[in-house]
């Protein structure tokens, strides 16, 4: 005798709006959580799908309405899409109205001439095939990943509008453009009747570069911009205090985008002092690192990473405490030096 239902019907918290912040995005109509989740890692086809559900639950429980894809996140390519859309049928397809989903596409794909840069052929039929593994009619925004210096802005903008024309976008935005390059995108996309509404760049306390210039660009132009990799791939948390764990990432030397060689003894005295800081405020590292990233005006939200639900909640946490005065603001400079 069946004595429970093996796939019960998620319903979200009702107190889900109450408690995360919004704010609006650029010069649009459009408000977004000050935190946005990322399926960057922990969603592929290697990883527990189960565990991929309980997180992107209890980010929205939490009022997280924002979950960020690429065409290549997995591993392998395409799964981690693939992944969201078996979750999304059966969790959140009644909820689609409260959600702001977002891909990308501009590094590789698939293999020959047409699945990389910002060609019009590539950045539509990968769009196709995002929604296809998704399973969704639309996405809210579509992004060009990276710039390709190999094709013409105009036709990757011209591509972008394309997109949100022919019904399989309702925005666009781009990631990891230079400042000057995000000027010129916007002003193509403004001419050709579909603004810029996002820019996706990394922004941590160690990797400060849109502070030259871009930051700039983007609030004169009326952009807004969702920051990626906050705790700088786990060096700005607890995990490193007392040097590098034998089981870590950063003890790995075959990675590419954190490994010993980041670790340094300097920066680890940079994230021992920001850790006493932190605990002045109340705060974890991590929470105060995320705090910190939307101290700047020109950031509209946040995307974290998580590999279990318990990390989102420790995320959110960070939301009750983004005030900064000007002592601990010069004290950040100071250990930053």
């Known amino acids: 005798m069946i004595t429970h239902e093996p796939n ?3 319903v979200a918290h009702p107190d889900r ?3 995360m912040k919004y704010q609006r995005c650029g010069k649009s109509g459009l408000r977004l959580s000050r935190l946005s989740l990322g399926l960057w890692q922990n969603f592929g086809a290697v990883d527990s799908q189960a565990n991929a559900r309980n997180m992107l639950r209890r980010a ?5 309405t924002h979950f960020d894809l690429a065409n290549n996140y997995g591993p392998n390519f395409g799964s981690a899409e693939s992944t969201f859309g078996n979750i999304f049928k059966q ?4 909820y689609r109205d409260e959600l702001i989903i977002s891909s990308k596409a501009g590094y590789d794909m698939w293999p020959g001439p047409y699945g990389i840069g910002g060609s019009r052929k590539y950045l539509v039929s990968s769009c196709d095939q995002s929604l296809k593994r998704t399973g969704l009619d639309y996405f809210d925004i579509f992004y060009h990943h990276c710039m390709d210096p190999e094709t013409p802005l105009e036709e990757t903008m011209q591509a972008l509008d394309y997109i949100v024309r022919s019904g399989r976008a309702l925005y666009v935005g781009i990631s990891n453009y230079q400042p000057e390059q995000t000027q010129e995108a916007a ?3 403004r001419e050709l009747g579909t603004p810029l509404l996002i820019h996706q760049p990394r922004y941590n306390l160690f990797d400060r570069w849109i502070e030259n ?4 660009v983007l609030k004169a132009e009326g952009v807004g911009s969702i920051v990626f990799s906050p705790l700088a791939q786990g060096v700005l948390t607890n995990k490193y205090l007392n040097g590098i764990p034998a089981n ?3 003890a790995r030397p075959e990675l590419i985008y954190l490994n010993n060689k980041d670790i340094t003894p300097e920066k680890l005295q940079k994230v021992q002092a920001l850790n006493t800081l932190a605990e002045s405020r109340g705060q974890s590292l991590a929470q105060m690192a995320i705090a910190w990233t939307l101290h700047n005006d020109a950031v509209t939200t946040c995307l974290i990473g998580a590999s279990r639900p318990a990390q989102i909640d420790d995320s959110v946490a960070a939301l009750n405490n983004l005030d900064f005065s000007a002592d601990e603001l010069a004290t950040i400079e100071t250990i930053l030096k």
């Open 187 to 189: 002003r193509i996309l």
């Open 91 to 94: 969790d959140f397809a009644h």
């Open 8 to 10: 019960p019907l998620y």
């Open 17 to 19: 709006y109450k408690t």
């Open 213 to 216: 210039g871009l930051t700039d």
């Open 60 to 64: 929205f429980d939490l009022g997280i």
């Open 248 to 250: 870590s990432r950063a």
